[in-house]
């Protein structure tokens, strides 16, 4: 795969990183939210000792994570109702996925009701540099044609309660992923023909080219009682 | 899975060492991004052959994607 594992800008590369600059404890419970094939359970399990738990809507994706990370805990759903107790993760980790949960806020909020206090809260996902640009983008549920403002996402994660937080630009990554995509598909439209019908490609193709979009990194802590 | 390659015969070969190229995985770094590319090279100093496909046509797509919005 272009980015060494998951189809995400970084790739698990990325996720080392933030990992590096967290330093869950040994055997801190971790929540994967739409951990697809399980390529972050796996590391997380394997390199830093931890015990992940991965929640995804689609059981085929579920089945290859079992598969990439048999020690992992897996569990159907989605994230604006995720099927764990209040206080169940010292972290919630969100890659690429937040902006197609459907509704961030409330997404948010459950990613806060789980976590443990001083528990932490990580996401990277696309945003849109400007918010009055509309890319013409088909009707498809992608991270880029739901890609939201900064501004959104700092509002959502304030609502949910989480005071602290520290941002991270990452834009470069996403430049990156789409360089190698046109070096290992030939164009950026012959690689989203493999997903959907070539005229949804090619506006996809123009709008990802056009539009200003850029990747982020947010870690949160979820602060103490009282603290 | 990727559907693209610069692979292909070429009857070029390395004025050095006088070795026929050979496909050979490379990364390539451009407006400080590095990517994976696999291009024909002399197997013996590793001089690479960069084709006039990639250097005009490919690489100014990503130069594209690459500039900063």
Known sequence: MVTGGPLRPGGVALTAEIMDICRPGRGSAVLDVGCGPGHTLALLASKYKLRPTGLDPSASMLARAATRAPGARLLQGRATAIPCGQLSFEMVIAECVLSLTGDIEMSLGEMYTVLRPGGVLVVTDIYKKRSEISADLPDINSCISHARPLTDIEKGVAAAGFKEYRLFDRSELLRQLAGQIIFDYGSLEKFWQLFMAEEAARRTCCAVTAAPLGYYVLIAEKGAPYG | ?69
């Open chain 2, 1 to 69: 899975m990727k559907t693209f390659s610069f692979i292909e015969a070429t009857s070029w070969q390395c004025a050095g060492c006088k070795e026929p190229l050979q496909p050979t995985k490379v990364n390539v770094s451009y407006l400080n991004s590095v990517f994976n590319v696999e291009l024909m090279a002399c197997p013996q100093c590793g001089v690479i052959l960069v084709p006039e496909k990639l250097a005009v046509g490919k690489m100014l797509e990503v130069e594209q994607l690459l500039e900063d919005k």
